[in-house]
């Protein structure tokens, strides 16, 4: 069915790299929520008032959220897809997470309100009532949500859309619910015994935990959050698959929204090289880039000395002693300059977030480490940050 309904509706469906093809993905994932979580609304909503059921009324109102979710969605579609201008010269991509946080803060809601309607069945109980046709409502709800878990997650897949595979993780949420509603059900039928009201508060946790880590993620993203550690190994394989490419550093990727990312780094390249052939190589691997990871990239070429065994002595002994104090450290744009009286060796040493020493102490400590055994040597230390 999502092939069926991808391959009528998105055209060039394929080049999911495409923004126009992305955006034709949410606007199609978007009605198909609307119209889904609608009708599952309609039904669950008039059953769960005829039955005098918190549980089912509660899930009424998580798929009216979701519907409303949903809507919410498709409106920050069509607002990303406005391009670039003056004063937004990266687009407005951004919007997306904007309206995920807003659909955040409805799911929350939904989760408050489901909770003081259990709360309040559990002050003041009303019985329920069984049917075999709010069986079949409910059985009908489970089946529609189990659909759009599987289609929102192989849409997500697909543009390579994290909102978009919450979205199915927020349908199987609500699977769970709606099963475990039928499930009360069941037992108040065969048992006597209702347990709705703890149903209720079952499901308002889901709405309130699904809330929370959702608010989380798109804050995130809006913050400017670490990217994927897949993104950042798919552009170091590009560029160092270019053999004029010795290494890379200080690698940045800024996320303006799904789809829409700008890439920087240092590149170290043979200081000796033809530098019309090694700009050019540079140049195709921007190009690459740009184009299988559908961004914008700028790389920076660091020329290193490849022929002076001196200087590959020496930054080998320092990375041994970077080693010495800790692991986790590392070095690069490692250069000698020779002067009357001493050797300046200037270089960064990459610490990570959170280190245990401070910027200063890191200096002072592979300061001593390398003059102590260097005292002809002073050292030139920039402290770096890992931003992948």
């Not at 519907?67 to 407005?92: C, Q, T, W």
């Not at 800024?254 to 190589?281: F, K, M, Q, T, W």
């Not at 390398?370 to 931003?387: A, F, G, L, N, T």
């Amino acid at each position: 069915m999502t092939n069926f309904l991808v391959k009528h509706f998105v055209r060039n469906y394929q080049n999911t790299k495409d923004l126009e093809v992305r955006t034709a993905y949410g606007i199609l994932a978007g009605v198909v929520g609307i119209i889904c979580n609608l009708f599952l609304f309609a039904v669950k909503f008039i059953s769960g008032s005829l039955l005098h059921s918190v549980a089912v009324t509660a899930d009424a109102f998580n798929n009216f959220s979701d519907a409303g979710s949903s809507i919410i969605s498709l409106v920050g579609v069509k607002m990303a897809e406005k391009p670039a201008d003056r004063d937004h010269p990266f687009g407005h991509g951004r919007i997306e997470y904007v309206m995920g946080l807003v659909i955040a803060g409805l799911i929350l809601y939904a989760g408050v309100d489901a909770l003081r309607g259990a709360a309040g069945k559990l002050l003041h109980p009303a019985a329920m009532e069984f049917t075999w046709a709010a069986v079949a409502v409910l059985v009908l709800s489970i089946l529609v949500k189990i659909y759009m878990s599987v289609f929102y997650r192989r849409i997500g897949r697909k543009i390579g859309s994290t909102a978009m595979e919450m979205s199915g993780a927020d349908a199987l949420n609500d699977t769970i619910s709606t099963a475990l509603t039928l499930v009360c059900l069941l037992v108040y039928k065969f048992t006597g015994l209702d347990l709705d009201a703890y149903a209720g508060i079952v499901v308002a946790v889901l709405l309130l935990k699904t809330g929370y880590e959702g608010g989380k993620e798109t804050l995130g993203q809006l913050l400017g959050q670490r990217p994927s550690a897949e993104l950042a190994e798919k552009v170091r394989q590009i560029v160092l698959s270019y053999p004029e490419v010795l290494a890379i550093h200080d690698l940045v990727i800024h996320d303006y929204g799904p789809g829409r990312c700008h890439v920087s780094l240092h590149a170290e390249v043979d200081g000796e090289g033809n530098i019309y052939e090694l700009h050019e190589a540079i140049d195709r691997a921007m190009s690459e880039l740009d184009h299988k990871l559908g961004c914008f990239s700028v790389i920076h070429m660091d020329p290193v000395d490849t022929k002076n065994e001196r200087l590959a002595e020496m930054r080998e002994e320092t990375v041994q002693l970077l080693r010495n104090i800790d692991p986790v450290l590392s070095l690069h744009d490692f250069r000698m300059v020779p002067g009357k009286h001493r050797t300046n060796l200037v270089f960064d040493v990459l610490v990570p977030f959170g280190y245990k020493l401070s910027d200063e102490d890191v200096r002072k400590a592979v300061r001593a480490a390398v003059e102590e055994r260097h005292p002809d040597c002073r050292c030139i230390i920039q402290i770096d940050k890992s931003y992948t």
